[in-house]
């Protein structure tokens, strides 16, 4: 049973930074961020692999870092020059399939935390 607990979210002026965690128990797969806007599909932000290869979202190369403490089976989301558009709830999510999880979208069999918020003013 794989179960992932996110903690970081919070307000932030545009410009500010944040990280985001997640805590995962049981065996992970491979590991990414999803985010889902008001009244908007969840999309997918970031993902890595266990050899540390990532894949990111367009709009956040550049400013979101993801990387993964093994030993601790820890995620995290480093967010730096916050945009408006960023405001969402952040989900951590986990799946079998490195196919599936590096293309970013919302497919069957994620497993997925219960969401952190991240609201960003301008």
């Known amino acids: 049973q794989v179960q992932l607990v996110e903690s970081g979210g919070g307000s932030v002026q545009a410009g500010g930074s944040l990280r985001l965690s997640c805590t995962a128990s049981?065996?992970?797969?491979?590991m990414g961020w999803f985010r889902q806007a008001p009244e908007k599909e969840r999309e997918g932000v970031a993902a890595?692999?266990?050899?540390?290869?990532?894949n990111y979202e367009e709009s956040v190369k550049g400013r979101f870092t993801i990387s993964r403490d093994k030993a601790e089976n820890i995620l995290y989301l480093q967010m730096n020059s916050l945009k408006p558009q960023d405001t969402g709830v952040y989900y951590c999510?986990?799946?079998?399939?490195?196919?599936?999880?590096?293309?970013?979208?919302?497919?069957?069999?994620?497993?997925w935390g219960q969401g952190t918020q991240v609201t960003v003013s301008s």
């Open positions: 999510a986990a799946h079998p399939d490195n196919t599936i999880l590096f293309s970013l979208k919302v497919l069957n069999g994620y497993y």
């Open positions: 049981g065996y992970t797969y491979y």
């Open positions: 890595i692999d266990g050899a540390g290869y990532t």
